[in-house]
Structure formats: structure tokens, C-alpha cells
């Protein structure tokens, strides 16, 4: 008898294939890493983890955009209660947020960004402005 066991890197993560590996650094040196898919077309821009039931720890979407401007997240149709992250082109987190399951609240950046990750509220919580963010292709 085989076992295999298949770590959150292998494992879909909400629809997405895991494809990069983000590390958020704080002033203090403090590191969190997590696996992420890409959402990089309007398509999976709009769709994000709507209908995501749950997602593995250290894990998320990782939107990437073709310019850098305020952008706006809701909730709608997400059962999960998310860190929105907004890092500018430099990868800096210029603002977070909290996402409320199922609103339509939109969570903006206070400044503007290039990039949005989206995470569990209970990992990303404590990522804030001014810490940096190192992207890594899987």
C-alpha cells in the first residue's frame, strides 16, 4: 500500500494553481510566507476566492495589476473573512484591510498599488504599511 502526502503547495488553492511564494518581512525582521495563486486577467480578478469555502494556512491569491492606482475589494459571495493586502511596484505594503464574509464594503487602498494579496484575517492581521514583500515564482 502507497501513501502520498500532498503538502498546501501542491494542493489547488480556491480554483488556482499555486504558482509563487510571497514573504512579507516587518520592520523587525519578523518573515510570514505564504503560497499563492495568481490572478492576473479581469477574469480572475473579478471571480478573486469568491465561493471559497476554506483556505489551507499559508496560502492565498495574489492579484497582480498592469498599473498602479487606488484599487477596491468587497466581499461579495466570499464566506471567508480575509486580509486584503495592497503593495505598491516597489513591493511595499502601502495598506490592508479587513474583508466581512459576504459584503459588498468595499476595502480600499489608502494609496496606490500594483499588487493586492488576499490571506485568512488570523495570518495577515498584523501585516502592515511599510513592510516588505519579496514575490517568488514557483
Not at 516587518?26 to 465561493?51: C, D, R
Not at 487606488?70 to 461579495?76: Q, R
Not at 464574509?101 to 492581521?125: C, D, F, I, Q
Request: proline share 6%.
Amino acid at each position: 500500500m502507497q501513501f502520498s502526502i500532498i503538502s498546501a503547495e501542491t494542493k489547488d488553492i480556491c480554483g488556482y494553481k499555486p504558482q509563487a511564494e510571497i514573504t512579507i518581512e516587518n520592520p523587525t525582521g519578523e518573515k510570514t510566507t505564504f503560497t499563492v495563486g495568481i490572478a492576473n486577467n479581469p477574469q480572475s480578478h473579478a471571480k478573486g476566492l469568491m465561493y471559497c469555502k476554506k483556505l489551507q494556512k499559508s496560502t492565498g491569491l495574489f492579484f497582480i495589476f498592469n498599473e498602479d492606482k487606488l484599487h477596491y475589494f468587497w466581499m461579495k459571495n466570499t464566506p471567508l473573512t480575509l486580509a486584503i493586502i495592497y503593495i505598491d511596484r516597489n513591493f511595499n505594503v502601502v495598506s490592508a484591510g479587513k474583508g466581512v464574509p459576504m459584503s459588498t464594503k468595499m476595502v480600499p487602498s489608502l494609496k496606490p498599488a500594483r499588487y493586492v494579496l488576499e490571506v485568512n484575517w488570523e495570518e495577515g492581521k498584523s501585516i502592515r504599511p511599510g513592510d516588505k514583500v519579496v514575490f517568488k515564482m514557483k
